[in-house]
């Protein structure tokens, strides 16, 4: 298989076998074995930094860092407790955040969320009346994938994200389609701070962190600029024949949109903590002797809710923040998570006993760390079926060819100052189209972007990637709203008289 390594350090741990005997059961899968697989697979795609945690029941028996936290002079070796993003694996920390709540009785799975957050409310009020804690988070709101995640480029934060869920028209009808989404997670976070009394991040450290001895572990709200363990982000693509990898100069961007989704996405931890983590699920809840999460209630967190995907020899569940998978070689409980230069992977093999987590410091897929882990099965299996690592890596370094858009006719525009002027929409707040040197100028809140025409009376947001934004006419062709189309529809915002 050609190697697409450029760059990379040195293995900095040896791994560590705290169990020989379990390698020793099967001929195909041992420390070796295993160590060179993650290492094969680190130099293929040129990943700038990764570690990866097996365990098996409450033992870790494989830990080890691969690479650098950083392609220029500040790189250091990754070790296990080199911190990185873990992205959407963040969901299932919020999810099980959410368990220990109900544990206390004051929240049920069955209660309405407006039980316990009357100022919740989404577009349908038959929807908001009828919807329940257990359909928070698991991607069948009725909205399209994504939806409002364009929302924090504008510099809307997680409470007034929280808030615009009630202009949001769904696409589909409630409870009926699959469709991944990261700002439902704030309804999860809301519950957990009214019951516990503590911000989210407070509530983590309290609940999860601290009884499972997750010590490097934080979020991002409060420790992505200070801390000197985090690995940096770099982007992670391919130049002509080359898998290549860059630093992300994009720090405060991410920040901004990151912190407005948290609990869907910005906790920070470690190899090392990562293995803690998978021991409790194992545990049925439990971690060092003690019921972190009471059985009951560690069991719905994995109980299928929404079908997400299948074939005919698959059938994937979204579960509360983990995606079940069913297939011949048994169970996958797992997630993935990629944002700004971070990807990680959690499985877990609850036939097998095991769990496995890969967190690494390059943003474009998840494919290395599925390669890993299908190959690890694999290996635990004694069988050889498929070569994931040219599976995964073909993928990426030949996607299939993308379909050939249709051309647009470009329309012409109206003069730019028939646009110009103050629009408003209730919880939104106020956008300024102005005229500076001939071009249009868009601003929302403390976001300011020069307009790019499209077509007609729909424009680009230049600096908030392909967002588009739409003005309307009356019947007289003067502009009298606009809106920005971020997939489900927002409604408009009206000019201001």
């Not at 001929?27 to 295993?34: I, L, V, Y």
């Not at 009357?118 to 009346?129: E, I």
Request: aromatic residues 12%; hydrophobic residues 40%.
């Amino acid at each position: 298989m050609k190697n697409f390594n450029k760059f990379c350090f040195a293995a900095t741990l040896a791994a560590i076998l705290l169990c020989p005997a379990i390698f020793a059961q099967n001929k195909k899968f041992s420390a070796e074995t295993f160590d060179k697989l993650c290492n094969d697979v680190f130099k293929e795609w040129n990943l700038p930094g990764m570690a990866v945690v097996v365990v098996k029941g409450d033992e870790t028996i494989f830990l080890k860092g691969y690479g650098t936290t950083a392609l220029d002079s500040t790189g250091t070796p990754v070790t296990p407790k080199t911190q990185f993003v873990i992205a959407s694996t963040s969901k299932a920390v919020t999810a099980a955040l959410l368990a220990t709540v109900i544990d206390q009785g004051k929240v049920k799975w069955e209660d309405t969320v407006v039980n316990h957050l009357p100022d919740f409310k989404l577009y349908d009020p038959w929807v908001t009346a009828n919807f329940q804690v257990r359909d928070i988070m698991v991607h069948k709101t009725g909205f399209r994938p994504y939806a409002t995640d364009d929302l924090p480029q504008f510099g809307y934060d997680r409470d007034q994200v929280y808030r615009l869920l009630r202009h949001i028209q769904p696409t589909y009808s409630f409870r009926t389609t699959y469709a991944y989404n990261n700002a439902m997670y704030t309804v999860a976070a809301k519950i957990i701070e009214k019951y516990t009394n503590m911000s989210w991040d407070d509530a983590i450290v309290e609940r999860i962190f601290k009884p499972l001895e997750m010590n490097s572990s934080t979020t991002g709200n409060r420790s992505y600029f200070s801390s000197p363990a985090l690995a940096k982000g770099h982007s992670h693509f391919m130049d002509k024949d080359t898998i290549k990898a860059v630093i992300r100069a994009d720090r405060d961007r991410a920040f901004r949109w990151l912190s407005a989704v948290a609990p869907a996405g910005f906790v920070m931890s470690t190899a090392e903590d990562m293995g803690n983590w998978l021991k409790m699920h194992l545990g049925k809840g439990k971690f060092n002797g003690k019921q972190v999460i009471s059985e009951a209630n560690h069991r719905y967190l994995f109980v299928p809710q929404t079908i997400s995907g299948h074939d005919s020899v698959t059938l994937n569940n979204y579960a509360q923040g983990w995606t079940v998978e069913q297939s011949s070689n048994g169970r996958l409980i797992r997630h993935t998570g990629l944002a700004y230069g971070y990807t990680a992977f959690v499985g877990i093999m609850p036939e097998m006993d095991m769990g496995i987590a890969i967190l690494t410091n390059a943003g474009a897929t998840t494919n290395p760390h599925m390669a890993i882990t299908r190959e690890m099965i694999e290996m635990l299996k004694g069988e050889d079926k498929r070569d994931w690592r040219e599976f995964y890596l073909s993928s990426f370094t030949h996607p299939r060819p993308a379909r050939e858009q249709s051309k647009i006719d470009t329309i012409p525009q109206l003069a730019n100052s028939d646009y110009t002027g103050e629009f408003y929409k209730e919880d939104f707040g106020t956008i300024t189209i102005s005229e500076e040197e001939s071009k249009l100028v868009f601003q929302l809140n403390n976001v300011k972007s020069e307009l790019r025409h499209k077509t007609a009376n729909t424009f680009f947001i230049r600096s908030a990637g392909n967002i588009e934004i739409e003005f309307f006419t009356n019947p007289h062709n003067k502009i009298e709203a606009l809106t920005l189309k971020i997939g489900d529809p927002i409604g408009n915002f009206t000019r201001v008289k």
